[in-house]
């Protein structure tokens, strides 16, 4: 498995596991049923990143991040990122591979730090791993995301300082 930068051509392989996750109503707040332009605009901005398997016509796109500033102007020097596993892929690393490099990309970019938004506090697997990688949570916010399977349920707001 390799991270790369992503492409216009690799929105096709990512477009599925992007509209499966936002549909299944547990972890992202989109819009639900987002053609594929719409979503594509959605994510494919700043810089987005792959985590892929094989080569040439046999790549496989595993997972995708995609991070830069958690706010404009005055605000730009915090990062922030978003990710998506392939369910085919999840258990195997992928996501702590893309969150370790979103770390590192970060730090290469020069951000002072890391904020999360938006982490559903029910999205536990998310929440551990964030954690193990020096994330803190700094707040939540109670009711703040209506989960298809629990009601509603707090967001977290998590922070890693870069300084």
Known sequence: ??????????????????????????TYAYPLGLVSDEAREMWMYDHVVVAVEGEGE????????????????RGSHI?????????????KGIGRALGDYCV???????????????????????????QSLGFEII???PDAFDSRSHGRVGLHVMYLPLG
């Open 1 to 26: 498995m390799r991270i790369r930068e992503a492409t216009a051509d690799d929105w096709p392989q990512i477009y599925p596991f992007w509209s499966e996750i936002v549909e299944a109503g547990e």
């Open 58 to 73: 046999d790549e496989q796109i595993l997972g995708s991040a995609k991070m830069g500033p958690n706010r404009p102007g």
């Open 79 to 91: 990062g922030t990122a978003s990710f998506m596993v392939s369910s085919a892929a999840r258990g």
């Open 104 to 130: 590192q990309w970060h730090r290469d970019e020069g951000f002072h730090g890391i904020q999360f938004n938006a982490v559903v506090e029910t999205n536990t697997t998310a929440v551990r791993l964030w």
């Open 139 to 141: 707040g939540t916010v």
